[in-house]
């Protein structure tokens, strides 16, 4: 089974806490009966988190949503795992080889 992930955060000041949200899409490659082939996107949960350091909520998104699918079985660590982002553009080339491997 193939998975595609987008992972998105978004915070605002709520009741004078920060307040952030994590959505996550997961897309997962289809077959109709017809033969055609696409992806089926859904969003199996969120995660919200209240009064993190600012600066890092996004990279909290896609740590805590990341484990979270992995705890639900959509990827092991035999796989390789690819999520689309629009965050860190800068750095995505270090955490990608795991040189940056921190907040």
Same mark, same amino acid.
């Given at each position: 089974?193939?998975?595609?992930?987008?992972?998105?955060?978004?915070?605002?000041?709520?009741?004078?806490?920060?307040? $952030?949200?994590?959505?996550? &899409?997961? =897309?997962?490659?289809?077959?109709?009966?017809? =033969? &055609?082939?696409?992806? &089926?996107?859904?969003?199996?949960?969120? /995660?919200?988190?209240?009064?993190? /350091?600012?600066?890092?909520?996004?990279?909290?998104?896609?740590?805590? $949503?990341?484990?979270?699918?992995?705890?639900?079985?959509?990827?092991?660590? @035999?796989?390789? /795992?690819? /999520?689309?982002?629009? &965050?860190?553009? =800068?750095?995505? $080339?270090?955490?990608? $080889? @795991?040189?940056?491997?921190?907040?």
């Amino acid at each position: 089974m193939m998975y595609w992930f987008g992972i998105d955060t978004n915070t605002q000041i709520i009741g004078g806490q920060r307040v $952030s949200v994590t959505g996550i &899409a997961l =897309g997962q490659k289809v077959t109709s009966s017809e =033969g &055609a082939e696409g992806l &089926a996107w859904r969003c199996p949960f969120c /995660v919200e988190f209240v009064d993190v /350091v600012a600066g890092v909520e996004e990279k909290i998104g896609w740590i805590e $949503s990341l484990r979270e699918l992995f705890r639900k079985g959509c990827f092991t660590n @035999q796989h390789r /795992v690819g /999520v689309i982002v629009d &965050a860190y553009l =800068g750095e995505l $080339s270090d955490i990608n $080889s @795991q040189k940056n491997r921190h907040l």
